[in-house]
Structures are given as C-alpha cells and as structure tokens.
C-alpha cells in the first residue's frame, strides 16, 4: 500500500521561505493528481495548491498565487512546494494527498492517499 510522507516544514519569519516535500513509497508520484491542503486548529482542511497529473497542469487558490510553486520532482519521486514571502497566516499544518482521480482540486474528499502533515509556524 502506498504512502505519502511530507518533510521541511518548520518555523520561518514573514518574509521568509520554506520548501516542503510530498515523497511517495510504494507507487509512482507521477501518476497521480497531488494537492497541497493547509490547516489551522478549529477549521477544516483547506487545498490550496494542486499538480495534475495528466498534464502537470498547475493551480493555485488566491491566497498563495505568486508566491507558492508546486512541482514535481521524478527524480525523489515527489510533489514539492516551494513557499516564498510566508505570512503568519500560512502558519498551519500542511498536508499532502494524491488521486487518481482527474486533475485533484481542492476538495479533500477526491482524494485517497494522505500524508501526516507537517507543521508551519510564521512568526517572528
């Protein structure tokens, strides 16, 4: 059975940058539509970030355009985000998750297999 284990995050001060890894065991990443899920205490998980695999169509909600990058690593067999100019409100855990199924999107009920998170903290 396959899974996802996210690494990289950590504690960063506003401005600064973070790069988190989405690496797959027991199947190939490629295959699969990747998103990126944020979640804070009290809320539900919120996609903010997914990676087609069909294509490697890119999508971005508004929060994080412009200053997050999702690409596929085929070499680590991985998804990677690369956060540039953090805010505190990024601070949260992020999630990984991959399907089959289309190209993913943002609802966290396409998808099959999820990682357990990593934590972010934005703060200085």
């Known amino acids: 059975q396959g899974q996802l284990v996210e690494s990289g995050g950590g504690l960063e001060q506003p401005g600064g940058s973070l790069r988190l890894a989405c690496k797959a065991t027991?199947?190939?990443?490629?295959?699969?539509?990747v998103g990126w899920f944020h979640q804070v205490p009290g809320r539900g998980r919120e996609g903010i970030s997914c990676?087609?695999?069909?294509?490697?169509?890119?999508f971005y909600v508004d929060s994080v355009r412009g200053r997050f990058t999702i690409s596929r690593n085929p070499a680590e067999n991985s998804v990677e985000l690369q956060m540039d100019s953090l805010k505190p409100d990024d601070t949260g855990i992020y999630f990984c998750a991959a399907t089959l199924l289309g190209t993913g999107g943002y609802d966290p009920g396409v998808y099959d297999y999820w990682g357990q998170g990593t934590q972010v903290t934005v703060s200085s």
């Open positions: 027991g199947g190939t990443l490629e295959n699969y539509s």
């Open positions: 990676i087609a695999a069909a294509n490697h169509r890119k």
